[in-house]
Every structure is written in C-alpha cells, then in structure tokens.
C-alpha cells in the first residue's frame, strides 16, 4: 500500500491510519493501537528509472559535436566541471591521457583516465593554457557557460544533466563497476589503489554511446548549432 508512493503520500496515509486507531482506542473499540510504536517512515533508496535508450541514442546523435555533452555522458563530469576545464587539464600520466577535474575543493580533484572514443577530444584539447577552453571566445564565466549549457539541454531535449549522470552511474552499477569507483568516478570521494590502466579499461569496455569522430572546439552555447543552443 506504501511502497509505490511518494514519501510524503506514504506519510499521509500511515497518519490518518494512525488517527483512526488512537479514535478507535478512545472509545474502546480496540484495545491497543497497532501503528502508534512504529519507527517514522524513511525514504528508501530506489535505483533510477533508466532514460529512453531510443530518446538517448537520438539525443547522441543531435549532440555529437558538442565536447560538455560527450564528457557528461562520457564520464559523468557535472557541467561546470566541464565548463572549468583548461588545456593543461587534458594531460598525461605514464603515458596515460588523462583529465585533471576541478571540483573547488582539494579532496574532491580527481584524474580520470580518457576512454579511446575521446582520444581526439583529448588530443585537441590538451596544452598548456590555463584559460577555460569555452570561456574566452565566449566572454563567459565557466559558470555561466554550464549554466547556459544546462539550460539548453533542459529546453531542447527530453531529460537534463542531473538525469545523465544518473544514468551513467546506472550504467557503470550494471556494468559491475565496485561502487567506490563509481563515487570516484562521479566525484563523490576518492578511491584509493585504483591503477589507471585498470580504470582506462573499465571505462573503455562501459561505453554510453558509439564514437563520433571530432568534436567541435567552439563554446557549446554558440549558435552555431541553433536547434540546441536556443
């Protein structure tokens, strides 16, 4: 009767049946009310409901150019932390591409090995600037360029990007990826002794999306791509 509602109807419910017992105990119709010991109600934690793959794989398709696009679906990346990226992020570690991610506080930065698809991303993107790659051109904060960013994708498309890095933590749990890493991954905390070869492989094999060759270097809220930046 609870469990395929929301917690605030389930709250309800359960009152107003407590109600009617402690009435019922009033007026000795009932010797003891069964609900009046219960624990309070808490939420439980559902898995998410997975995005329409017919809708997704259109939406890969309109946003193939679009570099904040493939790192979110990619790798999970929040919008701003996309939108902060300089060049010297895209780096190297051992030999290793990789992306320094920013989060603003220190215990939160986290090195992510790039998958092969985005090799050419990487490839285009890496130097030693430490200007944000989409701010400049724009004359945009990396702030308001997520923003606009986020914006866009809410107005243009079926989900937002909350619901895609949900996804892609759906996807990685599926895929049998140990939650530690999953955090890690999402820049919820730091897992430790993972190699970057082992993590590289990990996110080769859990691909969200088929490769699209090169991606634009333009901001990602420019017009020149009007259908989804308006």
Request: aromatic share 6%.
């Amino acid at each position: 009767m609870l469990s395929s509602v929301s917690l605030a109807t389930a709250q309800r419910r359960l009152s107003l049946i407590d109600a009617f017992y402690a009435d019922a105990l009033r007026s000795a119709l009932v010797e003891h009310n069964p609900f009046a010991s219960l624990p309070p109600l808490q939420a439980s934690s559902l898995p998410p409901r997975p995005l329409n793959p017919e809708q997704l794989q259109q939406l890969d398709h309109e946003r193939r150019s679009d570099p904040i696009y493939a790192l979110v679906r990619w790798l999970g990346l929040r919008p701003r932390e996309a939108a902060e990226l300089r060049p010297m992020d895209w780096t190297s570690i051992d030999g290793t591409p990789v992306l320094q991610i920013r989060s603003g506080r220190l215990a939160h930065q986290r090195c992510l090995p790039i998958p092969e698809p985005l090799m050419p991303l990487w490839q285009q993107c890496s130097g030693t600037d430490e200007s944000p790659l989409w701010t400049v051109a724009a004359g945009l904060t990396p702030q308001r360029v997520a923003r606009r960013w986020s914006d866009g994708l809410r107005r243009n498309s079926f989900c937002s990007a909350s619901q895609l890095r949900q996804e892609r933590r759906r996807q990685w749990r599926e895929q049998g990826l140990p939650e530690p890493l999953v955090r890690h991954l999402l820049g919820g905390s730091a897992a430790d002794g993972v190699a970057l070869e082992r993590l590289k492989a990990w996110l080769d094999q859990c691909q969200p999306m088929a490769a699209q060759g090169e991606r634009m270097l333009h901001c990602p809220t420019e017009t020149t791509q009007p259908a989804i930046c308006a």
